[in-house]
């Protein structure tokens, strides 16, 4: 269930803050869904690529579950860098509860880059599609990212002032959610036959349109907002018959992601950079 402002208390005295500031020039990176999929995988390419970032928040539903212990081993491998936070997408007190978590690390250099990657996926064609299914689907794929956005708003927008450069870029100030081919309304024709998630296509064209909002309302806020499909990929949601391997998947989102400029505002991008067709 979706848990809703009315239910959050001030849980400042709950916050386990680490001390230190971030240096001006340094790369703040947020993903949720880190602990398994292409969220590990990002998580992974970030901090032992070649350019790794300074400070890496990896936020999973249940940072001690049995479903986190290889986010947790690479996060003591790498104790500088992964900081690694509990929130669920449909828990509005763990999303208020993390963006302070993180605003006590990153202070006023802000938090420069935002990667909405959780999301859930019910295999269901229309008829079958039950209310829950719809509800819990929009919730985590939509509503999530929508709370995600607002709560990390002030640190998103702290980032963009403290870059002191103009324009719009991922290591200034900006939100990329991982979203889906399945939202496209022009491919569903081809298809919908091979792929019949129901709530699953509603959600992705929803989270296109809460980006594309997101993206004309803090246009003067310099944050810039864009839309990714990692391509058919073999995680645990992709399944083994995928195309790619998530290695392949993230190498490819995170090179576009490091060229995004105030163009790709709005914009609907495969793994590989292409514009993809609402
Ligand atoms: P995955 O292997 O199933 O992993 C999903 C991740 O999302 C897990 O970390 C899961 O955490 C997390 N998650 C689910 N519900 C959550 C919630 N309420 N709050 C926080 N985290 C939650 O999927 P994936 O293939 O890595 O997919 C990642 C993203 O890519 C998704 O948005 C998906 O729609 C998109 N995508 C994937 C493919 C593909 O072929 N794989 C294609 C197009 C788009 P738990 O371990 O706690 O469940």
Known sequence: MLKTEAFCKSSDEELQTEEGEMAAQAVSVLITGANRGLGLEMVKQMVEGSRPVRKLFACCREPAGPRAEALQTLAKKHPDVIVVIRLDATDLCSIKLCAKQVGSVVGTGGLN???NNAGMLVKANLQETTTEDMQNTFNTNVIGPMNIIKEFLPHLRAAAKASGMPGMSSSKAAVV??????????????????????????????LNMLMLCAAEEMKTDEILFSMMHPGWVRTDMGGEEGEIDAPDSVKGMLTVMASLTEEQNGAFLSYQGNTLPW
Request: no cysteine; charged share 15%.
């Open 113 to 115: 880059l935002l990667i």
């Open 177 to 206: 959610s991982i979203t889906s081919f399945l939202g496209s309304m022009e491919v569903v024709k081809q298809s919908y036959v091979h792929f019949r998630a129901v709530s699953y296509r509603v959600s992705k064209a929803g």
